[in-house]
């Protein structure tokens, strides 16, 4: 089965400019979640959809973040304009939970986007 | 809210040593546990679950209960090899209104050394 599919794997651009980042979920998993991994501050949950809808978006670092689930099988997550304290690894993961239900569902991590500003 | 607190690291063993990474976690409601794995330049992969007190959960060797009285889902191994080095991720699961609310602890680097 695939599992979270992200891409690019890699990713160099200077400050400035703008990066997407592209994540497939697994097929039939109904919540999506955006990290981002660094050295200095370890995990960070940017955002979580549910059914395609943002429910959390807290971890959201400043408003030059963005992202969007335009269908179940999709997601971006964009930086506009990029910095280079934005460099980190930012992981997409997706899992399946039910309202009223217990969780018990891991969630499944992409391999992640290598992301460098110079 | 919740919150997972897992042991300082970094954490240094010869090979065939046991391990024992350290995890508690505070959560309002009734959660599920998890270990996760993840090697140099890879993702997070679940390494072992357990969604109820009592249970162990188990893969690889590694093996963890949850212990609800005292708060805790500690990861055991008993004869570490070197390629079990690795960042190890506590986590929990516990239900919000929308299905799943979940907290990863801050990770325990580990090194194994032949």
């Known amino acids: 089965d695939a599992g979270v599919i992200q891409s690019p794997r890699h990713e160099v651009t200077e400050m400035g400019q703008e990066v997407t980042l592209r994540c497939k979920p697994i097929s039939g998993h109904n919540s999506l979640f955006w990290y981002r991994q660094t050295m200095m501050r370890g995990l960070e949950l940017l955002i979580y959809?549910?059914?395609?809808?943002?429910?959390?978006d807290s971890g959201m670092p400043e408003d030059r973040f963005s992202a969007k689930m335009p269908n179940a099988s999709f997601s971006t997550l964009k930086i506009q304009p990029s910095e280079p304290r934005d460099s980190a690894v930012y992981f997409c993961a997706s899992s399946f939970s039910h309202r009223g239900r217990v969780a018990n569902q891991p969630q499944h991590f992409g391999d992640g986007t290598r992301l460098s500003i110079l | 809210g919740n919150s997972v607190t897992q042991m300082e690291g970094p954490v240094t063993l010869s090979e065939e040593a046991f391990l024992t990474i350290n995890c508690t976690y505070t959560a309002t409601g009734y959660p599920s546990l998890f270990w996760y794995v993840q090697y140099p330049g890879e993702g997070l992969q679940l390494l072992l679950k357990?969604?109820?007190?009592?249970d162990k959960g188990s893969n690889k060797g590694f093996e963890a209960t949850y212990r609800k009285e005292t708060t805790s889902f500690h990861l055991e191994k008993g004869s570490v090899q070197v390629s079990d080095s690795a960042v190890y991720f506590c986590?929990?699961?516990?239900?919000?209104?929308?299905?799943?609310?979940?907290?990863f602890g801050p990770g325990t680097r580990l090194s194994v050394l032949p």
């Open positions: 986590a929990l699961s516990d239900r919000d209104n929308y299905g799943q609310n979940f907290v």
């Open positions: 959809f549910n059914n395609n809808v943002p429910i959390d």
């Open positions: 357990a969604t109820k007190a009592d």
